[in-house]
């Protein structure tokens, strides 16, 4: 059975980077059906997607983000990576990693998400 | 601010039924498939429906989807207590280029 953990700080001073990672398990991470990517959640508010990569390290991410965010996988370590950049307090949320399902067989929802793993920007 | 509008509350009593309506616009829902999720307290986000109707695995019948146009609706018969929690909707958003959220609705069981 997939499971999904994110793991990094839970601390992070204003203008440094955000770096968190997502370990899986019960599941290859190389499969052609799959998307990996970041959600979060600001204390109180709702969703926004931050970033999906696929096994073959195509990414897309949030325009809204611009070019602060760095999504990157690594198979060999059944891991992948999110990195954001010049954190500031709006960037204070709980993270998510989730799969989605690429739609092939008309399901690209985020099927399966780890436990949040909550993020504090301050000095 | 959502591209796609959900009302900020619902309540219904157990054993009824209720419905979420999520409004969109031709670049999300008018043109993409729309999924839903569940926000249990506490808890991460579960699939509930994705493909604008069709349940996943292990999700109860009780849950059922529907959309016409730019408009999608979430209905849960049967409601019981444990559905307490906060429904989002979700679709790919062709004028973003991004994945969509709604801003959710928290489900009261009165």
Not at chain 1, 62 to 77: A, E, F, H, M, Q
Not at chain 2, 36 to 51: D, K, M, N
Request: hydrophobic share 30%; with cysteine; aromatic share 10%.
């Amino acid at each position: 059975q997939l499971q999904l953990q994110a793991s990094g700080p839970g601390l992070v001073k204003p203008s440094e980077t955000l770096s968190l990672t997502c370990t899986v398990s019960g599941d290859t991470i190389s499969s052609p059906d799959y998307y990996w990517g970041w959600i979060r959640q600001p204390p109180g508010k709702g969703l926004e997607w931050i970033g999906s990569v696929y096994y073959t390290g195509s990414i897309i991410h949030n325009p809204s983000l611009r070019s602060r965010v760095t999504v990157s996988i690594d198979s060999s370590k059944k891991h992948f990576s999110l990195r954001l950049t010049s954190v500031t307090a709006a960037d204070t949320a709980v993270y998510f990693c989730a799969r989605r399902g690429s739609g092939h067989d008309g399901n690209d929802g985020f099927g399966v998400w780890s436990p949040g793993t909550s993020v504090t920007v301050s000095s | 601010q959502s591209v796609m509008t959900q009302p900020p509350s619902a309540s219904e009593t157990p054993g009824q039924r209720v419905t979420i309506s999520c409004s969109g616009s031709s670049s999300n829902l008018g043109t993409n498939t729309v999924n839903w999720y569940q926000q249990l307290p506490g808890t991460a986000p579960r699939l509930l429906i994705y493909s604008d109707t069709q349940r996943p695995s292990g999700v109860p019948d009780r849950f059922s989807g529907s959309k016409s146009g730019t408009s999608a609706s979430l209905a849960i018969s049967g409601l019981q207590s444990v559905d307490e929690g906060d429904y989002y909707c979700g679709a790919w958003d062709d004028n973003l280029n991004a994945w969509a959220f709604g801003g959710g609705t928290k489900l009261t069981v009165l």
